[in-house]
């Protein structure tokens, strides 16, 4: 149910005009069409891969499997809306459907923020707490990800319902939370959002990835690697990508950060129309990276795609759904 709807709607016909010339918006769609095609095709071969093996199908491997869809709902639905609306000029979709496509973008940047946090606290219990990590079901895996999914939900709702607002930003061209009405209920909603979607998430990633990696030195260090019941080869791929992790979710997420606390604290007028454009674009370009740090990146996977791109070279060639033996072995990390 939308609260205040005309008073909305007629807020949302008088929106001042991008603070873009149509060149400035035919670049931002170009990036946007590429993007959506790069980060389509990688997450529809990220699914492709878990459906041919069915090795690869593993409670662990659910969560990048949640978020190869959170990836695909975004540049799915969002690039499109946005890259329409910049070769346009201007918001093209109306105020409902300025509704629609901002709460989805929240919504999936939401879920792929506490899915990636689930990565995360997998990582940490199946390097640092083996005990712990070896007896979670995939009941366990299914809780974990159904929160990540209904965190995602209440905060991309709240808007709609009158905790703050949604409609299109500066550029024109895209919607947002609207944080040129910088009231108390967006202060308050985008001070909740930082907090629970951003400072928490970021915390536990620290400190599970600090954790990873110092369990796995003083594995190292005491020669015992051996002993522990983990593919460590596999482990450490992992590990040595957390660093990356953790500096790609700040780089995403930061500017449109950045954007909301200068909005909550200060003039939202002095933003300058660049900030408000690079914020959300940052955010939806971990649709194609997330890809490659969290599933191509490891060796495995890459085994897998090598396998399949050699089954589709020779069609002649009877194919499984088997993977090759190095892949199927172990279940990636």
């Known amino acids: 149910m939308f609260l205040n709807d005309s008073a909305n709607s007629s807020e949302s016909e008088h929106e001042p005009h991008s603070a873009f010339t149509q060149t400035e918006h035919s670049i931002v769609a170009a990036y946007l069409i590429t993007a959506g095609v790069i980060s389509l095709l990688s997450n529809i071969i990220v699914l492709g891969i878990f459906v041919k093996y069915r090795e690869l199908r593993t409670a662990t491997n659910a969560i990048i499997i949640n978020l190869a869809f959170t990836d695909i709902g975004v540049s799915g639905i969002g690039y499109p809306m946005s890259a329409a609306s910049d070769l346009h000029g201007s918001w093209k979709f109306g105020y409902a459907g300025c509704q629609i496509y901002a709460a989805l973008n929240i919504f999936f940047g939401m879920a792929s923020i506490g899915l990636l946090t689930v990565v995360a606290i997998d ?6 707490k083996p005990h712990i990590g070896r007896s979670l079901s995939a009941r366990n895996y299914a809780v974990l990800i159904l ?8 905060w991309a709702s709240m808007p709609v319902v009158g905790w703050a607002s949604y409609a299109p930003d500066p550029t024109g061209a895209t919607c947002t939370v609207n944080w040129r009405k910088n009231d108390a209920s967006f202060v308050s909603f985008t001070m909740s959002v930082i907090a629970v979607n951003f400072v928490v998430p970021l915390s536990v990633m620290f400190y599970c990835y ?4 110092q369990t796995m030195n003083q594995y190292a260090r005491s020669n015992c690697l051996e002993s522990i019941d983990t593919d460590w080869s596999d482990q450490a791929d992992v590990t040595k990508m957390s660093v990356v992790m ?4 700040l780089l995403a997420w930061s500017p449109y950060s950045i954007v909301c606390l200068w909005a909550s604290f200060g003039d939202p007028k002095k933003i300058p129309p660049a900030m408000a454009i690079i914020g959300p674009l940052f955010a939806k370009s971990s649709t194609f990276y997330n890809p490659c740090i969290y599933v191509i990146a490891n060796k495995k996977f890459r085994r897998a795609i090598l396998a399949m791109v050699r089954c589709q070279s020779q069609p002649e060639m009877t194919t499984t759904n088997a993977l090759p033996m190095s892949i199927s072995q172990s279940t990636i990390a």
Do not use: D, E, G, P
Request: hydrophobic share 65%; with cysteine.
């Open 123 to 128: 990582r940490y219990l199946t390097i640092c």
């Open 147 to 154: 929160a990540a999914w209904i965190n995602a939900v209440f």
């Open 210 to 213: 600090y954790n990873v990696s």
């Open 246 to 249: 953790i500096l790609m979710f």
